[in-house]
């Protein structure tokens, strides 16, 4: 395909398949049978509201907050040959992104009605998180330019490896090995890192555009080739919608270019109401809806006594030894504790406490560690005299020494 214009279209310049250069009538086009192979190309955009950050926003992104890691670079964390010396930090990062943990936006769900509605000619995603997926879309559909966590493969001898042992030890923080006997390699998601090809179904589907009727891109800086050649490939006359926060790549320089600039998630609504979709886009987004658990089931109610050991334990299991509170400061905060909420005194033999104050629950010991919780994982400072707390050490990345066989 020839270099694209970056220069936007003259107003003057009628379009050539559109009414008009509108959201509305790129609906028309769909609700009047016009538009039955669609193209979509997203990235990081439509996936930023399900709180997975995009790589590249100062501050914000990504690689922003690798730092933290230790890492040579931020992008060393998905360079295939500091992986092979040092995997730790991308399966400290692996633990945070792993697919379960996120809800699909409702840009992921418009994808999977425009399956379910049999205009769907293909999914071309930057993303690695799986949300198309989690949102309904089918495998056939998807083409991963980068990859993704879906599968995972030993980089030595390519075996596969099992979803629920992956699972397992990414929810540990640890990291996989081979499972065929005598190779013991390194496992790594089937992510494209630096230093990697990209996926030969990329290769395969990459001209595919150049059969659409419609071209939807969202959620993308269209910075990184060769994903962002992509709607070059369309046709001359076919209409290419963006919706997104800015004007990216030659979108906009052709007569039927349509620009939806700003958030997706409401450029994506507005577009299913100029369809008439957007109640079934709604209820469907609504099914993804992450259930923690699972469906819970009624359980009896508990005693008082009952849940306060249930906060015993968990937030025993969560004890960060990271902040050290004094033997002095220790026993003015359980007076405290126990005279405000009318706690009795413990057994003399008895070196332990638990009690919730506003709705932090607070667990005390004579050695002394204290990890103040907030909703099960946020350390709460403002309940501690900050002159006695140690300093939170950084997150360091690990030594990583491989296992024998």
């Known amino acids: 395909m020839g270099q694209e214009s970056s220069s936007l279209i003259d107003e003057q310049t009628p379009p050539q398949t559109l009414k008009a250069r509108s959201v509305e009538a790129v609906a028309k086009l769909i609700k009047d049978g016009r538009a039955k192979k669609i193209v979509v190309m997203s990235g990081a955009g439509i996936s930023t509201s399900a709180g997975i950050p995009d790589f590249r926003s100062p501050n914000t992104g990504l690689y922003a907050n690798l730092a933290r890691l230790n890492l040579p670079y931020a992008e060393a964390v998905f360079d295939i040959s500091y992986f092979r010396n040092n ?98 390699g390194l496992v790594k998601p089937d992510i494209v890192f630096f230093g990697e090809q990209l996926p030969e179904e990329f290769h395969k589907n990459r001209s595919l555009p150049a059969n659409a009727d419609l071209c939807i891109v969202m959620g993308t800086s269209l910075s990184v080739q060769p994903f962002a050649s992509l709607p070059g490939f369309c046709s001359e006359g076919v209409p290419r919608l963006l919706i997104n926060k800015e004007r990216v790549g030659g979108l906009g320089s052709r007569a039927d270019d349509v620009l939806l600039l700003g958030d997706c998630d409401e450029g994506i609504r507005r577009f299913a109401s100029a369809l008439g979709w957007l109640d079934e886009l709604e209820t469907l987004w609504k099914s993804t809806k992450l259930e923690p658990d699972g469906i819970e089931q009624e359980k009896p109610q508990k005693t008082k006594d009952e849940l306060l050991e249930d906060k015993i334990n968990k937030l025993t299991a969560e004890v960060d030894k990271s902040l050290k509170v004094s033997n002095a400061h220790t026993a003015r905060l359980k007076d405290q504790l126990l005279d405000e909420h009318q706690i009795p005194e413990p057994e003399a033999h008895d070196t332990s406490s638990t009690t919730e104050l506003d709705g932090t629950s607070v667990s005390t010991s004579s050695d002394m560690h204290i990890t103040p919780v907030i909703n099960g994982n946020e350390p709460l400072m403002d309940t501690i005299g900050k002159s006695d707390v140690a300093p939170i050490e950084p997150l360091k990345a690990q030594t990583y020494e491989k296992p024998s066989l």
């Not at 945070?96 to 418009?110: C, D, N, V």
């Open 87 to 184: 995997p730790v930090p991308f399966y400290m990062l692996a633990h945070e992104l792993y697919p379960g943990k996120y809800r699909p936006t409702i840009a992921h769900s418009f994808v999977t009605l425009l399956s379910r509605k049999d205009l769907l000619l293909k999914l071309f995603t930057q993303n690695i998180d799986c949300l198309e997926r989690e949102a309904g879309v089918p495998d056939e559909k998807i083409v991963e330019a980068h990859g993704s966590f879906a599968r995972q493969r030993c980089i030595e001898c390519k075996t596969l490896y099992p979803n629920d042992l992956m699972r397992e030890l990414v929810e540990r923080s640890e990291v996989p090995h081979c499972i065929t006997p005598q190779c013991n």
